[in-house]
């Protein structure tokens, strides 16, 4: 069983930065696996922020959110089993909860679909 732990949140002011970290606390990541990170705002559903799509052997895809591209930046850690989420020219609308999650089998970028999950973490974006 894989546990994700995310760390990295907090309050920033409209055109700061985070850096969110998510870590396999126990169990491992394997290199197939697809990575993502989602994000959840009060009252709203669930959505796909970034992922790192496994395209066979050691290639990936990074996808991104429309909303987010050219701000933020997805990446892995193979040896920690972890994966980031640089996050840059944030702004209010960003404000939300965000999960780290771990599917094995077709990628997909419906939340249902990933088998693990992070507890998450809190960013706030003040204007």
């Known amino acids: 069983q894989v546990q994700l732990v995310e760390s990295g949140g907090g309050l920033v002011q409209t055109g700061g930065s985070l850096s969110l970290s998510c870590v396999a606390s126990?169990?491992?990541?394997?290199?197939?696996?697809?990575m993502a990170w989602f994000r959840q705002a009060p009252g709203k559903a669930r959505v796909l922020v970034a992922s790192?799509?496994?395209?066979?052997?050691?290639?990936?895809?990074?996808v991104y959110a429309d909303s987010v591209r050219g701000r933020f930046t997805i990446s892995r850690d193979f040896d920690d089993h972890s994966v980031y989420l640089r996050m840059n020219s944030l702004k209010p609308e960003d404000t939300a909860i965000y999960f780290c999650a771990a599917k094995k089998g077709p990628y997909s970028e419906n939340p249902g679909s990933y088998e693990f999950w992070g507890q998450g973490t809190q960013v706030s974006v003040s204007s």
């Open positions: 126990s169990g491992r990541i394997d290199c197939d696996w697809h």
């Open positions: 790192m799509r496994w395209s066979g052997g050691v290639t990936y895809t990074r």
